[in-house]
């Protein structure tokens, strides 16, 4: 029999229907019809499918989720909030804060580190000098898609990494800063360890430092990172510390 409502469709077809409408157009554009598809795109269900569908999720996912849509959402966005994390299109998108020495340069990972270094994906780092050299970039939040209601009241975890190595010959310090900041840049939260100090004739392994912030204050609008370093014996060239694979990322970690 012809069907001349489409909400005379049973429920869970319309379910099936709404399950391949792009999430937004259905909070922006499907949700506000009427209410049997308020009720129905504000189902659990839709959205845990929804989540499986996009590999956001696996079959024996067991882990306690508060808000499935905003968990989708929140995988829908995930990615790496930093630009030219690796140095492939020089110092684009970086804010290079302090540039002593013989300045902040880009060099190629050789075939031996290649083979060290945990990705393979990364080709070449930025190296600081005899003076003190520091680098930032600023994450705005919503231009990245992060709305207030969602930072405010959700409160992600943002995960924030970094990697850094020494050379074998010299010595050197890294280190690195990131915050989150209101509106108005004023500091809401802060990661700053203690600078690392690498010895010369160290073993100039890549070592990754980390953190996650949790729980922080409302209001957080904007992310700084900072990194960078010295090498500690002065020496003229690029003897201070390597940077690269830098990452910020927001959200719940995918299988």
Known sequence: MAVGNINELPENILLELFMHVPARQLLLHCRPVCSLWRDLIDLVTLWKRKCLLEGFITEDWDQPVADWKVFYFLCSLRRNLLHN?????????????????????????????????????????????????????????????????????????????????????????????VQLLSSAHTPLGTFQPDPAMIQRKSDAKWREVSHTFSNYPPGVRYIWFQHGGVDTHYWVGWYGPRVTNSSITIGPTQP
């Open 85 to 177: 994390l690796c140095a492939e299109e020089g110092f684009e998108f970086w804010s290079l804060d302090v540039n002593g020495g013989d300045e902040w340069k880009v060099e190629d990972l050789s075939w031996e580190q290649r083979k060290e270094f945990p990705s393979d994906q990364v080709k070449k780092y930025f190296v600081t000098s005899y003076y003190t050299c520091l680098k930032s970039q600023v994450v705005d939040l919503k231009a990245e898609g992060y709305w207030e209601e969602l930072m405010d009241t959700m409160q992600p975890d943002i995960e924030v990494k970094d990697w850094f190595a020494a050379r074998p010959d010299c010595g050197s310090k890294y280190q690195l800063c």
